[in-house]
């Protein structure tokens, strides 16, 4: 059974995940089962509902078209159940993602929707809604010597001391075919996401295992009227609405419940981690630039 | 009184004047504060192809679903995000009224208790829409006439918005105008700019948005195409794509004349001839 590390836990799946990196020593007892089995088309019970989805306590339900159900169970299990002539592959694609997330909630997990890079033993978070450019700027900032974290979602949890800590990540980095051309990537370049789709899997150069102290959170947002572009500390009620709308899947854990530990966390993470809003104009032309700057900004940081 | 909770579709073919009756809107909202600020528009009731609210609702990865699965969704999006609007929400659409395979509208059923169409002489949007995106007025036209047309499908990276079927400025304008499953109200771009509180009143009637006339009165003066002019002039306009025209260029109704050659205005008239004719855009002879 394929074994993996995502978001600092240990995961068995049945089926192969091709969005993570395999790990090759088996673990006795995984904190998180993936596989194969049979999921109810609807809920019994269910307290909370959306166009594709159903919570009912511990349990979770999400319905993607044309694709699979996923049953996530108590931060614990994920089941999947597909649609016929969809590939293991396909739904992969959607474990590592949304499933994932939806678990990682349910564990009462500090989540953002946002990449990761490291560098001399700390990590830098790069938040930013899908399209964004998260996963663009996170390989950029890997080609000029930062190792990579995690892409698209990242778990921030406090270490024995208090301090947020990025939990290292398993996956994959996902780019489209333009960034790959754009960044040379071609020779680290997997397989596509999801078949007839141009967004394909990098394998990471230098990638970190271990947990590593949360530096600076960046929120990216495109330079357009009203926002000109420059790096601006958010202070701090600023900062907690920010991170708020920064979540994996906003309003979705307080659905689950957990907004109230989730605010005190953020505001703990906070207290360590500095976070600011990274306005930059959009477009491979002005990356480099983008990089050079968000460099010279992260080197010259209070240690 | 206020107005009743729920959908109202503000809906047009681009350049069909949706963002001012938008900042209208925020400039009603406003009062005697305004005039509002085109770059933080308190009146954002979003836009129904947005990929942050898609993604908000249905907890998928919209970057890893086809636009056709994306638009199986949809229906269930507004169905949800009608159910959790606490007040009256014009969302600005730029999609076609279309039907799933299914049967299905593609905006959902009894999810909008109106909706108001906004249209405007083609010959004109072509001039503007040109400006926008930065092409030719050929490019323009061509894709104004493109039963096939869209908006944001690019296959190439992720688009900032969900794919919009226009169909065409023909398919566009009887594709909301033709439909039975949502009242709607049209106001023409033209008759907005000679007559702007009535046209403006006549809509917000319509949606059963009560304000005085004086509240109308001032909205419009403060969202008068000077004042956003002298705004985009000043801080510029987030909403603005061409990197050389501005947003608010001049608004005039029937500037075509001045700028499109006969063969040009030939074109559209003659894709767009029996439309036009039904909207009064071309006196039959």
């Keep these: ?303 | 009184m206020t107005a009743p909770a729920g959908i109202v579709w503000l809906a047009s073919f681009p350049k069909s004047g949706n963002t001012w009756f938008r900042i209208f809107l925020a400039n009603l909202t406003a009062g005697d504060s305004g005039p509002a600020d085109i770059n933080n528009l308190d009146e954002r009731g979003g836009i129904a192809s947005s990929r942050q609210e898609f993604e908000a609702a249905t907890l998928l990865d919209s970057s890893l679903l086809s636009h056709d699965d994306i638009d199986e969704l949809r229906p269930g999006v507004y169905a949800a995000m009608a159910a959790a609007a606490n007040e009256q929400r014009w969302i600005k659409a730029h999609d076609a009224y279309t039907t799933l395979p299914g049967g299905e509208p593609l905006l959902g059923r009894n999810v909008a208790s109106a909706a108001v169409y906004l249209v405007r002489d083609p010959r004109d949007v072509a001039v503007s829409l040109a400006h926008h995106n930065s092409t030719g007025i050929d490019e323009a036209i061509k894709f104004m006439n493109a039963a096939d047309g869209a908006l944001s499908w690019s296959g190439r990276g992720l688009a900032r918005q969900l794919r919009q079927k226009l169909t065409g400025w023909s398919g566009h304008v009887t594709s909301w105008l033709d439909q039975t499953d949502v009242p709607v109200h049209m106001l023409r771009y033209e008759d907005l700019k000679t007559s702007p509180v009535e046209g403006f009143a006549g809509a917000l009637q319509f949606a059963g948005r009560p304000a005085t006339t004086a509240d109308i009165e001032r909205a419009v003066r403060n969202a008068d195409f000077n004042e956003l002019r002298r705004q985009e002039s000043e801080k510029g306009f987030g909403e603005r794509t061409s990197r050389t025209a501005p947003f608010f260029r001049s608004g005039h109704s029937g500037g075509w004349r001045q700028t499109l050659t006969a063969a040009q205005a030939d074109a559209l008239e003659q894709c767009h001839g029996a439309v036009m004719q039904r909207l009064g855009y071309l006196i039959t002879p």
């Design chain 1, 1 to 303: 059974m394929p074994s993996y590390f995502i978001g600092g836990l240990r995961v068995a799946s049945d089926f192969p995940l091709p969005g993570a990196i395999p790990q090759t020593c088996e673990s006795a007892a995984a904190d998180v089962s993936i596989r194969h089995g049979s999921v109810p088309m609807a809920l019994n019970g269910a307290s909370e509902s959306g166009p594709t989805w159903e919570m009912a306590g511990e349990t979770f339900l999400l319905r993607g078209p044309r694709l699979a159900r996923f049953l996530i169970t108590a931060g614990r299990a994920i089941v999947v159940e597909k649609e016929p002539g969809v590939t293991d592959h396909d739904a992969a694609a959607f474990v590592l993602g949304s499933a994932f997330g939806i678990l990682l909630h349910q564990r009462g997990a500090l989540v953002l929707h946002a990449s990761a890079v490291a560098r001399d033993g700390r990590t830098l978070v790069v938040c930013g809604a899908s399209g964004a450019g998260k996963s663009t700027l996170a390989a950029a900032l890997c080609r000029a010597g930062f190792a990579f974290v995690t892409d698209d979602i990242c778990v921030i949890k406090p270490d024995a001391s208090q301090r947020p800590m990025a939990l290292p990540d398993g996956r994959r980095l996902k780019l489209w075919k333009e960034s790959i051309d754009r960044l040379d990537l071609a020779p680290l370049c997997g397989e596509a996401v999801r078949e007839s789709f141009e967004k394909y899997y990098i394998d990471p150069v230098d990638a970190r295992a271990e947990s590593l102290p949360l530096a600076a959170i960046y929120v990216l947002r495109e330079a357009r009227p009203p926002l000109e572009a420059g790096i601006q500390p958010l202070a701090l009620p600023d900062a907690l609405r920010t991170l708020d709308c920064e979540a994996y899947r906003p309003g979705l854990r307080a659905k689950i419940g957990h907004k109230p530990e989730m605010l005190a966390s953020a505001a703990a993470m906070l207290g360590h981690a500095k976070m600011f809003l990274l306005v930059r104009p959009r477009g491979f032309e002005h990356l480099e630039e983008t990089v050079a700057k968000l460099r010279a900004h992260w080197e010259a940081l209070d240690r």
